[in-house]
């Protein structure tokens, strides 16, 4: 017997950059807030940290298989999508709706979520005085139209346990890749 499975393969990267980094090229491109894609693009990051995998939370599973069948419009654009981390390092599991006590969930950065070729990437920059906590797990959020950056979770789609490491100023880029195969 053979039997065909679809593979999600989610892939984090947390990119950070200090204050400097951030001032500079503040000043080079005249903008208040610097996407991640900007400032990787004039700096190298002082640190990288890649965490592979994580959990589909039964409310996302449910999103999900309602998006396949058109039983819900709510779809992962970026007006309705958010990257959260959170503080709380206990393992993952399909029952989980929030990240810890302490959690933030921002808007993706403009051109997010992006497609190509089976993968779908999520990207949100996080400013010197957000998420500013210990991050010890990341997940993606889905509400309504027109989200904003908070520290309320909205439907959480999925969650994964990564000790990304202590957050007090500078900007961090968490970007998020999901390959199906």
């Known amino acids: 017997?053979?039997?065909?499975?679809?593979?999600?393969?989610?892939?984090?990267?947390?990119?950070?950059?200090?204050?400097?980094m951030v001032d500079y090229v503040r000043r080079v491109e005249g903008v208040e807030?610097?996407?991640?894609?900007?400032?990787?693009?004039?700096?190298?990051?002082?640190?990288?940290?890649?965490?592979?995998?994580?959990?589909?939370?039964?409310?996302?599973l449910t999103r999900l298989t309602g998006l396949l069948i058109g039983a819900n419009s709510n779809t992962l654009d970026s007006t309705r999508v958010r990257l959260g981390t959170g503080d709380t390092a206990t393992a993952a599991t399909v029952g989980d709706a929030s990240l810890g006590t302490n959690q933030y969930f921002h808007v993706l950065d403009a051109t997010y979520p992006s497609a190509s070729g089976g993968a779908v990437t999520f990207q949100a920059s996080f400013g010197a005085s957000e998420g500013n906590y210990t991050w010890a797990c990341w997940g993606l959020d889905v509400g309504t139209a027109t989200v904003t950056s908070s520290a309320t979770?909205?439907?959480?789609?999925?969650?994964?346990?990564?000790?990304?490491?202590p957050k007090s100023s500078g900007t961090w880029v968490l970007n998020v890749t999901v390959t199906f195969s």
């Open 1 to 20: 017997m053979r039997l065909d499975s679809l593979k999600w393969s989610p892939i984090a990267v947390v990119l950070k950059f200090d204050d400097d």
């Open 33 to 60: 807030r610097p996407s991640g894609d900007l400032l990787a693009a004039y700096c190298t990051p002082y640190e990288q940290i890649v965490a592979e995998g994580n959990i589909v939370t039964t409310a996302g």
């Open 153 to 165: 979770v909205a439907t959480l789609f999925n969650r994964k346990v990564a000790a990304f490491g």
